[in-house]
T-cell receptor, first 112, second 112 residues
């Protein structure tokens, strides 16, 4: 089944404790992206990747890191999480460019 | 001015009627336009994509694009209770800009 898989689905952590949210797609998509969704603010792009080893900042990249060492994987790293990073995170992919996106099931992160 | 604007709603429509959702965007260079549906607690899923002026129909859904007026709309005919969701408009500029910008969404409720 074609899908984007994010893990974990729920994560509660404390301020400053490094964490990684994994994202993997099995559709051989070139484009992958991370979004955060907050009430009243909608979906905001954090980082995106056009292909392996090619990443770029979205609209809200501060406090986040990404890597794209393999085509299928695009992990999101929070080196020192803060409470303002409490949010619902989505990974998404598309065949080429930010075209029709396939979304993962989301990761609800709480930073206390 | 926001890059992509939608009326947050809620928009209430009787079952069987036509629901009309609107989206305006600020960048005249925008080339690709998408409508996503998001049920509460779920990830967004693509409904329609449109790239040229005019109407595009897919089942009960019609997307309308007017680049001169910088708006894109989604019509849902014969609205069903299962159409109750938040509808997200997304816009991409193409030509080297690989960011996809979302509106904050319109919450639609279909009244039985």
């Amino acid at each position: 089944e074609a899908q984007v898989t994010q893990n974990p689905r729920y994560l509660i952590t404390v301020t400053g404790k490094k964490l990684t949210v994994t994202c993997s797609q099995n559709m051989n998509h070139e484009y992958m992206s991370w979004y955060r969704q907050d009430p009243g603010l909608g979906l905001r792009q954090i980082y995106y990747s056009m292909n392996v080893e090619v990443t770029d900042k979205g609209d809200v990249p501060e406090g986040y890191k990404v890597s794209r060492k393999e085509k299928r994987n695009f992990p999101l790293i929070l080196e020192s999480p803060s409470p303002n990073q409490t949010s619902l995170y989505f990974c998404a992919s598309s065949l080429q460019g930010p075209g029709p996106l396939h979304f993962g099931n989301g990761t609800r992160l709480t930073v206390t | 001015q926001k890059e992509v604007e939608q009326n947050s709603g809620p928009l209430s429509v009787p079952e069987g009627a036509i629901a009309s959702l609107n989206c305006t965007y600020s960048d005249r260079g925008s080339q690709s336009f998408f409508w996503y549906r998001q049920y509460s607690g779920k990830s967004p899923e693509l409904i329609m994509s449109i790239y040229s002026n005019g109407d595009k129909e897919d089942g009960r859904f019609t997307a309308q694009l007017n680049k001169a007026s910088q708006y894109v709309s989604l019509l849902i005919r014969d609205s069903q209770p299962s159409d109750s969701a938040t509808y997200l408009c997304a816009v991409n500029r193409d030509f080297g800009n690989e960011k996809l910008t979302f509106g904050t969404g319109t919450r639609l409720t279909i009244i039985p």
